[in-house]
């Protein structure tokens, strides 16, 4: 069974930084890519951060270009979201995602396994 975890989400004032991780357990095969995804309540899901297997291929959004970087831990199977310069904008809440395919994506649809959410607020 796929478990994805996440953990670091909290409250931070604007400009601020947090680090969002997620551990990933019960892949049963390596050439997973990982993707961070967001949600404010009421909105669609929206695409954050990509990163395919071997950590070379990253994609970012538009909005977050610059300021949020992934990675992917030594073992592959953890993936962090490095987030400064953070923006009230940026509150949601923050997923984790798993995709069976190794090159990185950025449709919700394109992802096979997900996390159950980390909070993220951003006061002004």
């Known amino acids: 069974q796929v478990q994805l975890v996440e953990s670091g989400g909290g409250l931070v004032q604007a400009g601020g930084s947090l680090r969002l991780s997620c551990a990933a357990s019960g892949l049963t095969r390596s050439g997973y890519a990982m993707g961070w995804f967001r949600q404010v309540q009421g909105k669609e899901r929206e695409f954050v951060a990509a990163?395919?297997?071997?950590?070379?291929?990253?994609y970012y959004a538009d909005s977050v270009k610059g300021r949020f970087t992934i990675s992917r831990g030594n073992a592959k199977n953890t993936v962090y979201l490095q987030m400064n310069s953070l923006k009230p904008e940026d509150t949601a809440v923050y997923y984790c995602?798993?995709?069976?395919?190794?090159?990185?994506?950025?449709?919700?649809?394109?992802?096979?396994?997900w996390g159950q959410g980390t909070q993220v607020t951003v006061s002004s």
């Open positions: 990163i395919d297997w071997s950590g070379i291929n990253i």
């Open positions: 995602a798993a995709c069976r395919l190794s090159l990185a994506r950025t449709e919700v649809e394109e992802y096979d396994y």
